[in-house]
């Protein structure tokens, strides 16, 4: 029964550092779409510049989130590969150490996943406010430039990736559990042993 477990543990630890690089892959993303929107933020002091899509600042609003989402998707990957540093993919019997990183993995993602869902949920909300039909026609009809999108393709899936950490977490706390009672009956089963020995 460990090999089974051991072997869970090894994939559950190395899925836990691949959600982790989902999230750093999405947080240099999610700026896709709302990007194209930058030609359309004014300059008054430039002429040229004097046609605003009503919303496009949120290229800017957003650009301290983004700068968080990457530093805190970095974090989460350093924290999943303290998984590996403790050996929790391949001990036996958990330690300290093997409890510590599993909890802070937890901690981070739950951590991490709140903050997110806030900004993203707020983000989006303010993306639908953009003036579309401006957008649209400015894009197609007058530059001629990157493809005119309404999607909200790159708010939508941050839901998912920053959900994957979580159903890790989870996962590895019932690890935890699975291991602690598999040394347990381990131990009665030796203590069991011994007795008979005795007798």
């Known amino acids: 029964m460990f090999k089974t477990q051991i072997k869970f543990?090894?994939?559950?630890?190395?899925?836990a550092l691949i959600c982790a690089a989902v999230t750093f892959v999405y947080a240099l993303g999610i700026m896709t779409d709302v990007y194209k929107?930058?030609?359309?933020?004014?300059?008054?002091?430039?002429?040229?510049?004097?046609?605003?899509?009503?919303?496009?600042?949120?290229?800017?609003?957003?650009?301290?989130?983004?700068?968080?989402?990457?530093?805190?998707?970095?974090?989460?990957?350093?924290?999943?590969?303290?998984l590996f540093i403790t050996n929790t993919h391949t001990r036996?019997?958990?330690?300290?150490?093997?409890?510590?990183?599993?909890?802070?993995?937890?901690?981070?993602?739950?951590?991490?996943?709140?903050?997110?869902?806030?900004?993203?949920?707020?983000?989006?909300?303010?993306f639908l406010q953009v003036d579309f039909e401006t957008w649209k026609y400015l894009t197609e009809e007058i530059y001629k430039t990157d493809p005119y999108t309404e999607s909200t393709f790159w708010f939508d899936i941050g839901f998912f990736a920053h959900a994957l950490p979580i159903i890790v977490s989870i996962l590895l706390i019932i690890n935890v559990v699975?291991?602690?009672?598999?040394?347990k009956q381990e131990r009665a089963l030796i203590e069991a042993g011994k007795t008979e020995n005795q007798g």
């Open 92 to 126: 036996r019997k958990y330690y300290i150490g093997n409890y510590v990183a599993v909890g802070l993995y937890t901690a981070a993602s739950l951590a991490s996943t709140i903050w997110a869902y806030i900004n993203i949920i707020k983000f989006k909300a303010q």
């Open 37 to 82: 929107l930058f030609r359309y933020v004014p300059y008054p002091e430039d002429p040229h510049y004097a046609v605003e899509v009503e919303g496009a600042w949120i290229y800017f609003d957003m650009q301290p989130f983004n700068e968080s989402l990457i530093a805190v998707s970095i974090a989460l990957i350093l924290i999943a590969v303290v």
């Open 178 to 183: 699975w291991k602690v009672s598999l040394v």
């Open 9 to 15: 543990q090894r994939i559950l630890c190395l899925v």
